[in-house]
């Protein structure tokens, strides 16, 4: 079933020019979108599509969030991941699932969790299950169960492949008519009138437009600066991926080189997680703090005193201790092999900012999606899509695919930050 029909509602007035600022996968999902809704749009990514945070993310995608909208949001996310081939093309879907499993230990309430489990599949997220200690043996008996209460599982959830993504929706939105301009980095703006007419790169040339959408993740806040727009709450945080490989042929709690390509995401209940990247290697992470920082294309792949794959002190090592306490068969594999860096754009709620910027009437913000980015890309396109036709902030719509209504106020730009969401990564 195509879906044209039900993303956007009736469209009002005549099709808007659209400027997309940002070619990660959140722009040009956006592209997409607004360009088969009927608008003209025109997408201008800084360097190479893709360069930012979409090609330096863990690229995990998971429905078990905090927040209802959210859940609800993330579970069309899934779906059109699904439906991938069928809506944007190529031959092969972006989506992987593996499932994530929550794992947690006697410091955690067990009423909280039972709300939060109930929560999630009131929103529609009936497959999330609570398992016992006897049910993770089962199902993944290469897991220590040692100090846990059990785990939450979604076996729905999984990991992306971003670079399928950023790609195959800028490519279905040219051959849709948009126009999609790499290496034009936006230096300044044209306002009259309290409106944007113009953005400006840095290679020349002015691209006017009628309606502007600002989707430079980290560098959101400075293009809404220099539009004269509202003061973005987004900061910069450094964040590091290290890389296990070397799974061995055998093991004997079930965990080898021939089936570690079909392990789930899994978070230990301190928040160290992994999953499998290619055939016998893991990708694995942990939150930890970083100071802010002002985000350079140049600076993004910097490994600071402290974090490299080498050091067996440092967060790699903190890593890998704690993921081997929970998975035994991780201190039989190799040495850490490499370790990557990105940004995050974090907002105090750890949700992002999707709504017309409160000072500039043709001016939307989707960023500020604070490490989640990759997977909200389809829920943000249908806000952005339903926010253009309605020309003004819109708070309650029905999502596509029959999956209900969600409350896009919960992403107003200059909302109060009462809620955070709780499962942060």
Request: hydrophobic share 40%.
């Amino acid at each position: 079933m195509s879906i044209h029909s039900v993303v956007h509602p009736p469209p009002r007035g005549a099709k808007q020019h659209v400027v997309v600022i940002g070619g990660g996968v959140s722009g040009t999902l956006c592209a997409w979108e607004l360009q088969r809704a009927g608008h003209q749009v025109m997408l201008l990514e800084a360097r190479q599509l893709g360069n930012g945070a979409s090609s330096r993310s863990a690229a995990c995608i998971r429905q078990q969030f905090t927040t209802p909208t959210t859940v609800r949001g993330l579970r069309y996310a899934v779906d059109f991941y699904k439906k991938w081939e069928e809506l944007i093309g190529g031959v092969q879907s972006p989506i992987e699932q593996n499932g994530y499993l929550f794992m947690y230990d006697l410091r955690t309430d067990p009423d909280s969790l039972r709300s939060q489990i109930k929560m999630q599949q009131e929103a529609g997220l009936a497959e999330v299950t609570f398992l016992t200690k006897g049910e993770i043996f089962d199902q993944f008996p290469y897991i220590d169960t040692t100090g846990l209460i059990g785990a939450t599982w979604c076996p729905t959830d999984g990991f992306l492949h971003p670079d399928l993504i950023y790609q195959g929706a800028a490519a279905a939105a040219a051959e849709l008519g948009a126009d999609i301009i790499t290496n034009a980095e936006v230096v300044d703006a044209t306002v009259e009138d309290g409106r944007i007419v113009s953005v400006s790169a840095k290679n020349g040339r002015k691209y006017p437009g009628t309606l502007f959408v600002n989707a430079a993740s980290n560098w959101a806040p400075a293009i809404s600066r220099m539009c004269g727009g509202y003061e973005l709450p987004i900061s910069t945080r450094r964040r590091y991926l290290y890389f296990l490989p070397g799974m061995g042929e055998k093991d004997e709690c079930g965990l080898n080189a021939a089936n570690i390509h079909q392990m789930p995401m899994v978070i230990t209940p301190r928040g160290a997680y992994c999953r499998p990247e290619a055939r016998t290697q893991l990708m694995a992470g942990w939150g930890h703090h970083t100071p802010e920082e002002v985000p350079t294309f140049e600076g993004q792949d910097e490994i600071q005193s402290g974090f490299h794959y080498s050091n067996p002190d440092g967060l790699g090592g903190a890593i890998r201790k704690e993921l081997e306490g929970y998975i035994p068969a991780i201190t039989e594999m190799a040495r850490m092999s490499g370790v990557s860096c990105g940004y995050y754009d974090v907002t105090p709620d750890h949700n992002p900012l999707i709504g017309y910027d409160p000072f500039v009437p043709n001016l939307i913000h989707a960023s500020g999606f604070s490490g989640h980015g990759v997977m909200h890309a389809p829920f943000t396109a249908t806000i952005v899509a339903h926010l253009v036709a309605a020309r003004e902030n819109v708070s309650v719509f029905d999502l596509p695919f029959g999956l209900g209504e969600v409350d896009a106020s919960a992403f107003a730009v200059d909302r109060e930050f009462k809620h955070g969401e709780g499962l942060v990564l």
